[in-house]
């Protein structure tokens, strides 16, 4: 099968480098993937063309680069189902700078790895024996442990691409896996260190909820529901004193109490009722909202039936039942 | 044609001009849509950090209220949309759809697992047909050029939104651009996220994606954005002027919600179209049309 590709290419030798957009044709098997496509770029016409692999068999993280502006292993797309348009558009990964062409630098993504301090800290009494995990906790980790570390996640994170600082979803990720594994901290495995460092500004409630990086992620990590995990461990740790958790709480409390969402009492309960300097700072928003007629109902009425709602609220999430979760 | 509506918080709260555009757009395509008032907020993937269980539970008891009118769920919220798509795919595996409605069954409610929540676009192209559409534009948008910007939930994760069925789907507002008579402007942001989840928890970072997405369409020569969320709607319009100021830049890129940009090409008014609610000016558009003052 014949297969063009559009690839973005970087040449950081030359002078003024700039990076620059060339199409190859090329011959692969008709089961071959984008990366077969790639190294018979580089086998055939271009000996300077420049990429990582490995494995080939998604197993080692190499291969991660955009294909049609998404990220993901070009060992683990088929070719043929990657064509749009009669082309494969193939780029470096996002969110990392190009050292040449489908080459990155993974220098941030690693730093932000090691930043959560990537292995287990007991912290209660050295047991006589091994430390032991149960089954069932290892298997909830089984999914975040699957990681391979190939940046698909970081390259098409939303809020990286503003904001070089946030921990990402790769990291995060894998926080949670300590978090969530009983031989972290202390004898009831609460990593409290942790959630306190991960609940800072850069940490667990920057992220977007995007779902960019449950999409690009090849192992099914779904790094985004480990993050949301995280926030609900910190929560249930007392770690309550964030705009992401009284957002959160102030919008569970609305919908409990009333069925739907009171908008306008959310971005004050969200920032805190005392902080005059924040509400000052939404004043210019809301009178711009009452003179475009944009304002939420100042009075917040009930739905119909939405003490069954509340009901619901007490089953599912009431005080019993969350401690019977922890 | 009759749905059970899910109209979502924001058109009847921040965005008050979706709920009344929605509901003109419909009756001219002869869709009836039946309110659904006791139907409870989706959850907007909040109330899921805190407790995925509870946000399926309220879901499911949204579907099983749709199911007892017989009517599948029309929305007009990309978030709303995706929420409902998720727990509509966790709720297919029988014995948690069992659990769930063990927590419905005091209201004497059952889910039957029959609900397919559908938005409005998808609704457009899959249920009415462009063609029957078209047959509405009495004023097409020729000249107008609309960038796209579909909400997060309304493109992620695709097995739950069933994309692999209905491949329309994966280019639904280009269609929709089409039809109505506008030029599609194509940018890297339509499928990106707008800011909104932490608007009050991390502004400046909320505020960066707001520029970022309106001064890129901007550039590429959009005259307006055309979006299917009013979440969205709210952060790249009510929050322009802020997302300017930080950028150092203009940008003055009126943002339509979906049935807004419709509703124009069907001959409503931009007045009828709650226009004139926008916080950027519309102004510069409806002389582009060439239809009048709001």
């Known amino acids: 099968m014949d297969v063009k590709l559009n690839i973005k290419r970087f040449d950081p030798e030359v002078a003024d480098p700039q990076p620059y957009w060339e199409e190859f044709t090329v011959t692969i098997e008709d089961n071959g993937t984008v990366l077969d496509a790639l190294i018979k770029v580089r086998e055939d016409s271009d000996g300077a063309f420049s990429l990582r692999c490995s494995c080939r068999s998604s197993i080692c993280g190499s291969c991660a680069v955009r294909i049609n502006g998404h990220a993901g292993l070009a060992c683990k797309t088929q070719a043929a189902t990657a064509i749009k348009d009669g082309v494969i558009t193939v780029e470096p990964a996002g969110n990392m700078p190009v050292i040449k062409d489908l080459v990155v630098n993974f220098d941030s993504f690693w730093d932000k790895i090691n930043e959560i301090e990537p292995y287990l800290k007991p912290e209660g009494p050295e047991p006589e024996a091994e430390y032991i995990a149960s089954n069932e906790a290892m298997l909830h980790l089984s999914d975040v442990t699957s990681c391979i570390m190939c940046g698909s996640c970081f390259s098409d994170c939303t809020v990286l691409e503003v904001d070089p600082t946030f921990l990402g979803p790769a990291a995060l990720a894998k926080a949670y896996r300590f978090t969530a594994d009983p031989r972290d901290g202390d004898e009831n495995g609460l990593s409290i260190d942790r959630l306190e460092e991960l609940n800072k500004p850069t940490g667990m409630w920057d992220c977007t909820r995007c779902m960019e990086c449950v999409t690009a992620c090849p192992k099914g990590v779904a790094p985004m529901e480990r993050i949301m995990a995280l926030r609900d461990q910190a929560m249930e740790a007392g770690f309550t004193n964030t705009n992401g958790a009284r957002h959160t709480e102030a919008f569970s409390d609305s919908v409990e109490h009333s069925g739907w969402l009171d908008e306008l009492r959310l971005v004050p309960k969200s920032v805190g009722m005392t902080n005059v300097s924040a509400l000052i700072g939404y004043a210019p928003i809301a009178i711009q909202a009452i003179t475009h007629g944009k304002m939420p109902p100042i009075i917040h009425k009930k739905l119909p039936q939405s003490k069954n709602v509340g009901k619901i609220f007490d089953k599912v999430d009431g005080p019993e039942e969350r401690g019977r979760r922890r | 044609m009759k749905y059970a509506f899910f109209p979502g918080c924001v058109s ?98 059952e889910y039957k697992g029959n609900a397919n929540p559908k938005h409005l676009l998808w609704v457009l192209i899959e249920d009415v047909g462009l063609d029957n559409l078209l047959k509405l534009i009495t004023r097409p948008l020729a000249g107008m050029r609309m960038a796209p910007f579909y909400g997060c939930y309304i493109v992620r994760p695709t097995d739950a939104l069933e994309f692999e069925d209905n491949p329309g789907r994966e280019t639904a507002l280009e269609q929709i651009i089409e039809t109505i008579g506008a030029t599609v402007v194509d940018f890297e942001g339509k499928t990106r996220c707008c800011g909104f989840p932490i608007l009050t928890i991390n502004e400046k970072n909320s505020m960066a994606m707001v520029g970022k997405h309106t001064s890129e369409a901007k550039d590429l020569g959009a005259d307006a954005m055309i979006t299917p969320c009013p979440l969205c709607h709210l952060n790249l319009d009510s929050f322009q002027p802020k997302a300017a100021a930080q950028a150092g830049r203009d940008i003055g890129l009126p943002i339509l919600h979906m049935p ?8 409503l008014s931009p007045k009828e179209m709650g226009l004139q609610r926008h916080i950027v000016n519309t102004k510069p558009l409806i002389t582009q049309l060439g239809v009048g003052a709001v």
């Open chain 2, 12 to 109: 009847r709260g921040g965005c008050p001009e979706l709920y009344p555009a929605t509901k003109l757009i419909c009756e001219k395509l002869g869709i009836e849509l039946q309110e659904m008032p006791a139907a409870s907020c989706t959850g907007a993937g909040v109330l899921q950090e805190k407790n995925e269980l509870l946000g399926d539970t309220l879901n499911a008891r949204t579907f099983a209220m749709a199911e007892a009118l017989d009517l599948p769920i029309l929305t007009i919220c990309s978030t709303c949309q995706g929420v409902m798509s998720q727990a509509n795919h966790r709720l297919k595996n029988p014995e948690y759809l069992a659990k769930v409605n063990g927590f419905l069954a005091e209201e004497g409610l």
């Open chain 2, 260 to 267: 807004q940009a419709i509703g124009l090409a069907m001959g």
